[in-house]
């Protein structure tokens, strides 16, 4: 029986598509870029990404050309992407940022038109449907993440076609498998017990200052260090997850570990009940989309068709920065904060830069992403804290007291509010 194939048959159902498991989404990304992409070929991708995507990326030997985005969901806005760019990609990579789905549609269209492959990082998505289609069944092949959801903090999946292509990226994950150990499934099964205890007990904020005291969390910003030298270095190397292990594995040393059955005993546990989470991450978008830090983008869509079951539900908010440290003291440690753009973190040895980075640094910057899970408890503590929202069309005088604050800064003239949120391009 192939590696890890109740949990497979489980997503196989779910989806309606093939499945193979995988550790974690981002060795299941690798497996689709290694697959469908020669070495040198160019990505599209959202600058408003996790870092460790855009490493996923390098190692895999390719360019990532970073797209104009939204700036009411991050995502990549097809329309904003000049003529000269599509003509010289060789492929799309999607993000589904915080669950809010992608301009799948088009860019599926766009991807056929130009005969080359559709990636859907469905990471933050695993429940999201367009047009009554799931998230993941759009493009070529797509990743899941069993971290996000269920918090299984291991566990993801790859989506493909057919049952042909599920084999061939089947041997080739298992090449790319480094044995599990003992120790490790222990940790690993340990690790979101413990998380869910230090939140039961209500021990968040004295637990995380100290962790931040010690120095034990792996990044002190938003993005982790880029070590721009020993990267540049790297790249003689690629294709090679193996040579950019240290940035890859970031927030997941065991992503590429073969998990025992312990791990994946609890990690089908976790899929049992993940209807049952979805559920619940409605009526938190449901509540937190009504309240005034609720952008455009999750406003129409939750009129439209209802809350989604996101895993982050991205409120826009003034002096952001500022306010992550003080929602520690309510107990509340927000993480998946994507802040600079991968353009501005990395720069142009490491990415193609968008040609109109804009819209992706406001959003970056001014972006709350909230656990609907928590949604109560969020509301609770930005009323008390008098959170004023930020909205990209405000002009820049009116923007308070982060204007200027950082990458962020506002730009100087107001978004002249691209429909983000029209049928035809969220579906
Ligand atoms: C957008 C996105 N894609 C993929 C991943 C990788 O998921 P995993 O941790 O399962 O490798 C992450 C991780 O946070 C993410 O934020």
Not at 193 to 200: M, Q
Not at 388 to 397: F, L, R, V, W, Y
Not at 401 to 420: I, K, M, N, T, Y
Request: with cysteine.
């Amino acid at each position: 029986m192939p590696y890890g194939s109740r949990l497979t048959a489980e997503m196989t159902r779910r989806l309606g598509r093939e499945c193979l498991y995988t550790p974690s989404a981002r060795l299941a990304l690798y497996l689709a870029l290694r697959r469908w992409c020669r070495p040198g070929a160019r990505v599209l991708m959202s600058p408003v990404n996790d870092d460790v995507i855009l490493f996923v990326v390098l190692a895999a030997g390719l360019r990532p050309v970073q797209a104009p985005v939204s700036v009411w969901d991050g995502n990549i806005d097809p329309a904003a992407v000049p003529e000269s760019t599509w003509r010289t990609v060789d492929a799309v990579l999607t993000t589904n940022l915080y669950g809010i789905p992608d301009r799948v549609v088009e860019l599926r269209a766009r991807c056929d038109q130009l005969g080359i492959p559709l990636f859907e990082d469905a990471a933050h998505a695993i429940g999201t449907h367009v047009e009554g289609q799931p998230i993941g069944t759009f493009g070529k092949a797509a990743a899941f993440s069993l971290s996000k959801h269920v918090a299984g903090m291991a566990g993801g999946f790859l989506a493909v076609e057919d049952a042909r292509t599920r084999r061939e990226v089947e041997r080739l994950r298992d090449e790319l498998l480094v044995p599990g150990r003992l120790r490790g499934d222990l940790a690993t099964t340990l690790r979101p017990l413990a998380r869910s205890a230090v939140r039961g007990l209500r021990l968040v904020r004295p637990v995380w200052r100290t962790m931040q005291r010690l120095g034990l969390l792996e990044r002190d910003t938003f993005r982790m260090e880029l070590h721009p030298l020993r990267l540049a270095d790297r790249a003689r190397r690629a294709p090679s997850l193996s040579a950019y292990e240290p940035w890859v594995r970031v927030d997941l040393h065991g992503f590429r570990e073969r998990h025992g059955p312990l791990v994946r005993a609890q990690l089908q546990l976790r899929m049992e009940r993940l209807d049952g989470d979805l559920a619940r991450r409605t009526v938190g978008v449901s509540l937190l989309a009504g309240t005034a830090w609720a952008g455009r983008a999750l406003r129409d869509r939750t009129a439209e068709d209802g809350p989604l079951p996101l895993f982050r539900v991205p409120l826009l908010v003034r002096d952001r920065d500022a306010l992550l440290d003080r929602l520690v003291d309510h107990g509340l440690v927000c993480g998946y904060v994507y802040d600079p753009p991968l353009d501005d973190y990395a720069g142009a040895e490491f990415v193609e830069p968008s040609p109109d980075p804009t819209a992706a640094r406001w959003f970056a910057s001014h972006t709350l992403p909230a656990d609907p899970l928590l949604a109560r408890t969020i509301i609770n503590a930005l009323t008390k804290d008098g959170v004023k929202p930020a909205s990209p069309e405000a002009p820049a005088h009116d923007s308070g007291p982060d204007a200027g604050s950082g990458s962020g800064a506002q730009p100087s003239v107001p978004f002249p509010g691209r429909d983000a949120t029209s049928k035809s391009t969220t579906g």
